[in-house]
């Protein structure tokens, strides 16, 4: 039971532009999400988080944006760097398990120089 | 931001044999525990929630007498494979939340992650 969607596996943008990653989520009792980025052999690392009180939360070059009626949510980095190039996961918490959190299946963002 | 360790980094084992994993909060207290487990380009897939003092909470289709659960203290929670196979070669994380919000707000720290190989 997917509960948190990434659709797409890879994401390859030109350094200096945009980058927007996607995520959709099913459970309406998500109240909390966040974004992590990983890099091969090592745990996640926070990057940003929206709680759903909100539809916009912004940390420098990253923003979240939360659409609560469409139960999706997005992350925008701009503008791009090379440094950038990781896997996203999306994660959503707040469900029956007060205290769990789901994770998306990641996108793999690239950024060319 | 909070510090979770997760010791070791790599692990190869026989397989029939058990492997301990052990994942400390270093600088606050985590009366709960996570353990994931990711397999080759794919998500992070939760496995089971540690609680301090209690029974682990396992997810649908974790076996749970093979991945034992102990969570001793408010610092560290450890996770044994026992009698490994090499289907349990996998990349397997912890974390903890920060329950008094140390960084700013809800988000769980994670581990470094342990690689097993089981030949």
């Known amino acids: 039971d997917q509960q948190v969607k990434q659709n797409s596996p890879s994401l390859s943008v030109q350094e200096g532009r945009i980058s927007i990653l996607n995520c959709d989520y099913t459970?309406?009792?998500?109240?909390?999400f966040l974004w992590y980025k990983k890099y091969p052999a090592e745990g996640p690392t926070f990057l940003i988080s929206?709680?759903?009180?909100?539809d916009k939360n912004e940390d420098g070059r990253f923003t979240v944006f939360l659409n609560k009626s469409a139960k999706h949510l997005s992350l925008h980095i701009v503008p791009s760097q090379p440094g950038d190039s990781a896997v996203y996961f999306c994660?959503?918490?707040?469900?029956?398990?007060?205290?769990?959190?789901?994770f998306g299946a990641g996108t793999r963002l690239t950024v060319k120089p | 931001g909070a510090v979770v360790s997760q010791h070791p980094s790599w692990v190869i084992c026989k397989s029939g044999t058990s492997v301990k994993i052990e994942c400390r909060s270093l600088?606050?207290?985590?009366?709960?525990m996570f353990w994931y487990r990711q397999f080759p380009k794919q998500s992070l897939m939760l496995m089971a929630t540690?609680?301090?003092?209690?029974?682990?909470?396992?997810e649908q289709g974790v076996e749970k007498d093979k991945f034992l659960i102990n969570h001793a203290s408010l610092t560290l929670s450890t996770l044994t494979v026992t009698s490994a196979h090499p289907e349990d070669s996998s990349f397997y994380i912890c974390?903890?939340?920060?329950?008094?919000?140390?960084?700013?707000?809800?988000?769980?720290?994670f581990g470094q992650g342990t690689r097993l190989t089981v030949v």
């Open positions: 540690s609680n301090e003092g209690s029974k682990a909470t396992y």
């Open positions: 600088d606050f207290q985590a009366t709960t």
């Open positions: 994660a959503a918490s707040g469900g029956y398990n007060n205290n769990d959190m789901r």
């Open positions: 974390s903890a939340r920060d329950h008094q919000n140390r960084g700013g707000g809800t988000e769980a720290f």
């Open positions: 459970n309406s009792m998500f109240d909390y």
């Open positions: 929206i709680s759903s009180i909100k």
